[in-house]
């Protein structure tokens, strides 16, 4: 594949990608950092509302663009600049403790909530006062698997392109629409008045689960808000859904993290919405 045309840490480019580590500039220049070879050559697939393609520039090592061709291939057929990386360069900018040798620089990509709401969303998730990045990412990707339409994350939470969000979503960013900064009950507001039901997912919600499911009330489209990874959802939030609901617990677990209740919410759900089979 050649030698590196970048090995000093120094250089403009990767002084500029490493700059995206941090939100103000992320936020400056509307760009953010895509690891591995999976987020890559999912960047590498995407448009953005306008047409234009995601991913605007890729840094390799040589080891890695000999590995993943295809996906260098695809970054160049996307229009993206693809530059060869000395892999201690590269490690600079990585923010993981074992760098896969390619990193994307993307366009933000976040959609405008109206158009999640002109698409008469069936099933969402709302993040309101997320604050790690791990699980926001993580419960985007349950999100993806589940079949949501899109996630909503309220201008509490975490932001999407943190590197560890991104990281998280293992490509699954790239997949489905995603508003950010969206006020909490304007969030419910806009979601209810597109005839979507809004649901507070909370450990201690007076609804059971199981009782929804049994009751045949999760059929119609739904929108689960998601809370803080430590204390939950505010009195002020849960006022606001028409129903608090709680993930029964049938051991002895004490409770269940943010991403593993999501996941549940979210495919009950879906299993809900999806048309019986004949049998």
């Not at 050559?41 to 306008?50: L, P, Q, T, V």
Request: charged content about 25%; hydrophobic content about 45%; proline content about 5%.
């Amino acid at each position: 594949m050649g030698t590196p045309e970048l090995i000093s840490a120094r250089s403009p480019r990767i002084a500029a990608a490493r700059r995206l580590a941090r939100r103000n500039f992320r936020g400056k220049e509307r760009r953010f950092i895509a690891e591995g070879p999976q987020a890559v050559r999912e960047a590498a697939a995407h448009r953005g509302g306008d047409g234009e393609p995601t991913l605007t520039e890729l840094f390799a090592t040589v080891e890695a663009a000999d590995r993943y061709a295809d996906i260098v291939d695809a970054a160049r057929a996307a229009g993206a600049r693809v530059h060869l990386a000395d892999g201690d360069v590269l490690a600079d900018v990585s923010q993981t403790v074992t760098p896969q040798g390619l990193i994307g620089v993307c366009r933000f990509l976040d959609s405008p909530f109206e158009e999640i709401l002109a698409a008469k969303p069936t099933l969402v998730a709302v993040l309101a006062h997320v604050r790690d990045p791990g699980n926001a990412g993580t419960v985007l990707r349950c999100a993806d698997a589940a079949g949501a339409d899109a996630v909503v994350l309220t201008d509490a939470s975490v932001d999407l392109y943190n590197p560890k969000s991104v990281r998280a979503s293992v490509g699954s960013l790239f997949h489905l629409p995603v508003a950010v900064g969206v006020p909490v009950e304007e969030a419910v507001r806009g979601l209810r008045d597109a005839g979507v039901r809004i649901l507070a997912a909370d450990g201690a919600g007076e609804d059971d689960l199981d009782d929804e499911l049994d009751a045949g009330t999760m059929g119609g489209p739904t929108a689960w808000v998601f809370g803080n990874e430590a204390w939950g959802l505010p009195e002020e939030t849960r006022a606001l859904a028409d129903a608090v609901v709680r993930v029964p617990i049938h051991g002895k677990a004490e409770s269940l993290n943010l991403a593993t209740a999501a996941a549940v919410c979210l495919y009950a759900s879906a299993r809900a919405q999806r048309p019986r089979r004949a049998d």
